[in-house]
């Protein structure tokens, strides 16, 4: 083990010390971003920066057991990113399949799929399905991976759900337009039923949403990284833990 890794091990286990676990977030959105950059600054190729991107996923969820984060959505694919050139595209999309297969047989996680099905392959459809449908009512985390998700894209599509669904009742436009509130849009959301996001965290020093959570990150607290996503270690992720817990949520008031 070289000297610099005792260091950051030694250092990690003295943050976890610290950390109150009745401050730690319940739900924590990820946005992992920096894969490609990764790879460059290391001379591998975009396909291997995904895959060490995508091995690092297994590593968060372990921490994230550890200090009891109960969600995890984690940003794999955004609905810009389908405009990717298919020879990247394509073993991207192997690589997240091959992800979210493993969550599903990992046997600790329930799995659920956010983002707008319809226009992902049907190979990735069908896995997402699948392990979704293998989780359910599984104890333990519940892991959010967001393919094909755009935040714009989420409202517009619950907007839509919520009109098919009064037009299924016979409620006319006005009828809608005089009850219409908050709560009505958030049970269309593809996380709907869940609590919204207490804590964003975005690799590769990047300091804006992209349009990740729009809704639900109302009042979450943002944690950017330096780091690109797979070389993110334990310490950077309980400095967040850290940071979050130091900061006074008053949501307004």
């Known amino acids: 083990m070289k000297l610099r890794d005792l260091v950051y091990r030694l250092y990690a286990r003295r943050v976890g010390g610290r950390l109150d676990h009745d401050a730690v977030p319940k739900h924590i ?32 969820l372990g921490w994230c ?23 990247e595209l394509r073993p991207l999309l192997n690589i997240i399949e091959n992800t979210v297969r493993g969550l599903a047989a990992d046997g600790r996680w329930r799995v659920h799929h956010v983002g707008n099905l319809d226009i992902l392959p049907a190979q990735t459809q069908r896995v997402l399905k699948e392990a979704e449908e293998d989780t359910r009512g599984r104890p333990g985390i519940l892991v959010n991976v967001a393919v094909g998700y755009g935040g714009r894209q989420e409202i517009a599509d619950a907007v839509r759900s919520l009109l098919h669904e009064h037009a299924a009742k016979g409620t006319s436009i006005e009828e809608l337009a005089e009850i219409l509130d908050i709560d009505h849009i958030s049970e269309h959301l593809y996380t709907r039923g869940q609590p919204d996001p207490d804590l964003v965290i975005r690799t590769s020093g990047e300091q804006r949403l992209s349009g990740f959570m729009l809704w639900q990150s109302a009042h979450s607290e943002y944690y950017f990284c330096e780091v690109f996503w797979p070389a993110f270690r334990k310490v950077d992720f309980l400095r967040a833990l850290r940071d979050y817990a130091a900061r006074h949520r008053r949501y307004g008031a």
């Open 65 to 87: 057991a550890q200090t009891d984060v109960e969600v995890v959505t984690l940003w794999m694919l955004s609905t810009d990113n389908l405009d990717r050139p298919e020879v």
């Open 29 to 60: 959105g990820v946005i992992l971003d920096g894969n490609r950059r990764w790879a460059k600054a290391s001379g591998g190729t975009t396909e291997q920066g995904h895959q060490a991107g995508a091995d690092k996923i297994t590593e968060l």
